[in-house]
Nanobody, 123 residues
Framework: VQLQASGGGLVQTGDSLRLSCAVS????????IGWFRQAPGKEREFVAS????????DYADSVKGRFTISRDVANYRVYLQMNSLIPEDTARYYC?????????????????WGQGTLVTVSS
């Protein structure tokens, strides 16, 4: 599977941004897709995950209520809508994929990774 993240940029505190992850079309529906981020000098951390069915999602506590992950089957994309951004959200954001036979499962462990897109939130 190939993953391509895009949509990052420089925004101000309180702004919104939508990241997009383009997933290779082959077997798109068999992958759980997740978003991670890595800030300078910090370890990569889980942000959000969406199941194959789109019905189940999982979020890190730090983004709950502000970020929304969604899955666009028609366009083979997974989005991360980020609202009420704060400087602590500054990081390079990566999308990732894991094959599973479980239609409604989410996960925080992934096998395939795309390149990241940089999000910078100024105060």
């Amino acid at each position: 599977v190939q993953l391509q993240a895009s949509g990052g940029g420089l925004v101000q505190t309180g702004d919104s941004l939508r990241l997009s992850c383009a997933v290779s079309r082959r077997n798109f529906s068999t992958w759980v897709i997740g978003w991670f981020r890595q800030a300078p000098g910090k370890e990569r951390e889980f942000v959000a995950s969406i199941s194959r069915s789109r019905f189940n999602t999982d979020y890190a506590d730090s983004v709950k209520g502000r970020f929304t992950i969604s899955r666009d089957v028609a366009n083979y994309r997974v989005y991360l809508q980020m609202n009420s951004l704060i400087p602590e959200d500054t990081a390079r954001y990566y999308c990732a994929a894991k094959y599973t036979q479980l239609v409604h499962a989410t996960t925080r462990n992934y096998d395939f990774w795309g390149q990241g897109t940089l999000v910078t939130v100024s105060s």
